[in-house]
């Protein structure tokens, strides 16, 4: 069979698979549970557009990945060919551990962050094709001698970060999320074995931290976003008190597993089966549960009837947070213990940028400086804070 396909993105056009490996791991099925996964959760309550997957967003990574490889040899930075196909395997794989609506699901029903469950699956990938993905897993999680290649997958200017601002800016029709992310590649290069971006990029880089920042607050953390996806948080954690109090809810075989059984040895091959069907079909039976709490919550989101919410730069007054729980108490039939699922506060807090591991810039002179040493407009490491209540109209 010939694997040189060409596939037609909506974001960049006709994008190639570059290596015959890369196109039966994408025809794996672990892989193409991807496919039933979006992008942007609950989004689309805010953004109809936002429908596109993580399977969208592994193969745009991917397109990058061999843009970036492409460029960097082309400054005679050497890359082997192993090291080309095993840092694309890496890009291609690095979100395949996300799990349907996955931050929600790692809070409440899934011990496990999606990062480790990602490495989990190209282990077991690694065993099925023999090996070939030893070098991958190396670059994957850090451990390779090149360290620009485990920059290209993972750090403040990657693969990852690039294609999802502009391929969530493009499905929901946010331009303030648009990026120069061609002039960005175009601009790489490795000095002293770390990715480094050229000096004739730094406006590029500038621009693509506050896209980031932007999207954050109108798309990632929109407030009508936050309280469906708090909401989906409180279902799942109300499904899961039910279960071990002894009920039993109408829910997939892959889903049940992870409210009744949760078995370390099975985990990998129940969750490689769960996907956003599994939670709205579940969802979409307990809006007629007795339990009025589960059922309540359940209408929301499949109706969109979503818990009101209100953010601030402080902390909400104990006062007014009480006096909204005494309201929400006499108007809903339930006990005083449940309250915590109807009225809930928390807080949301969003790092621009990180000065752990710093966007290297390069100069003409051979010097290189951290980004928010160069900025002419104050890049600095810094973190946005905003509180939020939630509660019933």
Known sequence: MNKKKIINDPVYGFITIPYGIIFDLIEHPYFQRLRRIKQLGLTHYVYPGALHTRFHHALGATHLMTQAVEVLRSKDVDITEAEAEAVTIAILLHDIGHGPFSHALEHTIVDVHHEELSLKFMEALNKEFEGKLSLAIEIFIGKYHKKFLHQLVSSQLDMDRLDYLNRDSFFTGVHEGVIGYDRIIKMLSVSE????????????????LVSRRLMYWQVYLHKTVLSAEQTLIRILERMKELTQAGHDLKV???LRFFLY???????????????????????KELTNHEDYVLSFLSKGIIHRRLLKIKLQNEPFNRDHINEVRHKTEKKHPIEKKDIKYLVFEGKEAISSYSNSEEIKILFKSGKVLPVSKCSDHGIEPRTAMKHYICYPI
């Open 193 to 208: 074995g770390e990715l480094v971006v050229e000096e004739k990029g730094i406006y590029s880089v500038e621009k693509f």
């Open 252 to 254: 997939s075989g892959s």
């Open 261 to 283: 059984e949760n078995d370390a040895n099975k985990l990998l091959e129940n969750y490689a089966r769960l996907d956003d069907f599994d939670i709205i079909m579940a969802i």
